[in-house]
C-alpha cells in the first residue's frame, strides 16, 4: 500500500546553522508533496508544499527538494532559530483522491 | 476568519464509555478530514468527509467509530465503548471544494481513557 516512511529521529542543530530533513515515499503516482511543522500540544502547520512537476521550491527560509528518481523528499531549513524547534512530518497525495499520507516525522531541537 | 475549531481539545472517559469529538471546518471548506495521532508517532488516516457524504474511510476501524459532517454543524467523530488503546490526539483538517493544496489543521482533541 502507499506509505511515505520516515523514522523519527532527532535532528539536533545549532543555532544559525542549517537544517535538512529527509523523506522517503514509496508510491510513484504521487503528485503532491507537502511538509509540516507540529509544536508540543498543538496542530500540524503548512511549511510549504511541491508538486510532481517541480524538482525546488523555495519559501522564506526553507526549500524542498523533490527526487522523483529516488522517491526522495527533503526540507532544508536555513540559519536555524530556537522557534524552529518542532516535529516536522512530510505527507503525500495520490492524483486519484485528496487525503494526504504522513510520515513518521523527525524531531528538530535547535541547540542555543 | 476563524481556522478548524474542534472541541473538545480534551476530553477523558473511561472504559466502554463513548467519546464524541466536534470540528467546525474553516469557512468557506466543505471537506473535512479526521486523522489520529499516537504519542511520537505520525498522522494515520481515518476518514474523510464531504457535506452529507463520506468519500473514504479507508483508515477507520471497522467497529465502535464513526463519522459524519450533517448538513448543518459540525463534523462529529464518535467512538463507542472506548478502550485505552483509544487513547490518542485526533485531529481534523479542511479544505475547499476542488482544492488540491493543503489540508488546514485544526488544534486536535485529546482522548484519554482510564
Known amino acids: 500500500g502507499e506509505s511515505v516512511g520516515l523514522h523519527l529521529p532527532t535532528l539536533s542543530v545549532q543555532e544559525g546553522d542549517n537544517s535538512i530533513i529527509n523523506c522517503a515515499y514509496s508510491?510513484?503516482?504521487?503528485?503532491?508533496f507537502i511538509w509540516y511543522k507540529q509544536e508540543s500540544g498543538k496542530g500540524p502547520q503548512f511549511i510549504i508544499d511541491?508538486?510532481?512537476?517541480?524538482d525546488k521550491r523555495q519559501g522564506q527560509r526553507v526549500t524542498v527538494l523533490l527526487n522523483k528518481t529516488v522517491k526522495h523528499l527533503s526540507l532544508q531549513i536555513a540559519a536555524t532559530q530556537p522557534g524552529d524547534s518542532a516535529v516536522y512530518f512530510c505527507?503525500?497525495?495520490?492524483?486519484?483522491?485528496?487525503?494526504?499520507?504522513f510520515g513518521g516525522g523527525t524531531r528538530v531541537l535547535v541547540k542555543p | 476568519n476563524a481556522g478548524v475549531m474542534q472541541n473538545p481539545r480534551h476530553l477523558v472517559r473511561r472504559r466502554g464509555q463513548e467519546a464524541r469529538l466536534r470540528c467546525s471546518p474553516m469557512?468557506?471548506?466543505?471537506?473535512v478530514y479526521w486523522y489520529r495521532q499516537l504519542p511520537e508517532e505520525g498522522l494515520k488516516f481515518m476518514v474523510y468527509?464531504?457535506?452529507?457524504?463520506?468519500?473514504?474511510e479507508s483508515g477507520m476501524p471497522k467497529e465502535r467509530f464513526s463519522a459524519e459532517f450533517p448538513k448543518e454543524g459540525p463534523s462529529i467523530l464518535r467512538i463507542q465503548q472506548v478502550v485505552r488503546g483509544d487513547s490518542a490526539a485526533y485531529f481534523c483538517?479542511?479544505?475547499?471544494?476542488?482544492?488540491?493544496?493543503?489540508?488546514?489543521f485544526g488544534e486536535g482533541s485529546r482522548l484519554t481513557v482510564l
Open positions: 508510491n510513484s503516482a504521487s503528485d503532491y
Open positions: 511541491i508538486r510532481s512537476n517541480m
Open positions: 483538517a479542511s479544505s475547499p471544494q476542488g482544492s488540491t493544496g493543503e489540508l488546514f
Open positions: 469557512k468557506g471548506h466543505s471537506h
Open positions: 468527509l464531504q457535506k452529507e457524504n463520506i468519500i473514504d
Open positions: 505527507a503525500e497525495r495520490v492524483a486519484a483522491g485528496n487525503k494526504l499520507t
